[in-house]
C-alpha cells in the first residue's frame, strides 16, 4: 500500500533510534523511510542516530568479549554489579540455610531386647546400630542366620550371629526408619526358627 509523504511530519529523536534498530511497525517504518527520501534534516540525524547505535553495539560486544568470542563469557557478567550482588545474596541466603540446621545428629547405638521384658511389642530409638538381644532363642545350634525386614517383606538387613548365656546376641549394623519390623531367626541349616516383631522409632 502506497503511504503519502506528509512534508510537515518530522521523525522524533526516539523514533530515528527505533527506525536504527528496525523496531518500529511496519506503517510507522514506511512513513519514516520515505520521509527520509525527502528530508535531509531528518536524514543527517538518522545518520548520526544511526552512527551511535552502531557505536553502542561496538562497546556492547568489546565489554562481553563477543568480538572475539561468541559464547558466553562468565568472568565479564561476574563483574556487572547486579549479577554479582545477586550471586552474593543468593550463596548468603544458602550459608544462612545451611547453618540454622545446625550440626548433624549422630544416631546413637541402642540396646533392644526381644521379647520385651515387660510383654507387648519391643521398641528402639532411632539408631545408626541395634544391638539386639533375642531372649528366647536357642542357646546352642548356632551359629544361626538373622534377617529383618519391614513389613512389606522387604530386606533391610541380614547376618550371622552366636548363642551366649543371654540367648541369639546380634549386631544390626543398618540404621533404619521409623516403623514396624520382623526379625527372622533361622538356623545353620537355614530351617525358619522363629519370627519376631519389633517398632523402631516409637
Not at 561468541?70 to 543468593?90: D, H, K, Q, Y
Not at 521379647?115 to 551359629?143: K, M, Q
Request: proline share 6%; hydrophobic share 40%; aromatic share 8%.
Amino acid at each position: 500500500m502506497k503511504v503519502s509523504v506528509d512534508a510537515h511530519f518530522h521523525g522524533s529523536q526516539d523514533e530515528l533510534e527505533l527506525y536504527a534498530l528496525d523496531r518500529l511497525t511496519e506503517p510507522e517504518f514506511t512513513r519514516l523511510e520515505e520521509h527520509l527520501i525527502v528530508c535531509a534534516t531528518c536524514r543527517n540525524g538518522y545518520e548520526e542516530t544511526e552512527d551511535y547505535v552502531a557505536g553502542m553495539r561496538e562497546a556492547l560486544m568489546a565489554e562481553t568479549g563477543a568480538g572475539e568470542d561468541s559464547g558466553w563469557n562468565l568472568s565479564v557478567w561476574l563483574r556487572r554489579p547486579a549479577v554479582s550482588m545477586t550471586l552474593g545474596f543468593v550463596v548468603l541466603v544458602a550459608a544462612m540455610a545451611l547453618l540454622s540446621r545446625g550440626p548433624a545428629k549422630v544416631l546413637p547405638i541402642a540396646a533392644l531386647q526381644i521379647p520385651a521384658p515387660g510383654g507387648g511389642t519391643p521398641v528402639a530409638p532411632l539408631a545408626r546400630e541395634l544391638d539386639v538381644s533375642i531372649r528366647d532363642a536357642p542357646r546352642d545350634g548356632g551359629p544361626f542366620r538373622v534377617e529383618v525386614l519391614t513389613v512389606a517383606g522387604q530386606t533391610v538387613w541380614s547376618g550371622l550371629a552366636e548363642a551366649g548365656p543371654q540367648g541369639v546376641e546380634v549386631k544390626v549394623q543398618q540404621p533404619m526408619t521409623a516403623g514396624d519390623y520382623f526379625l527372622r531367626l533361622y538356623s545353620v541349616s537355614g530351617e525358619k526358627l522363629k519370627d519376631y516383631v519389633f517398632r523402631v522409632g516409637g
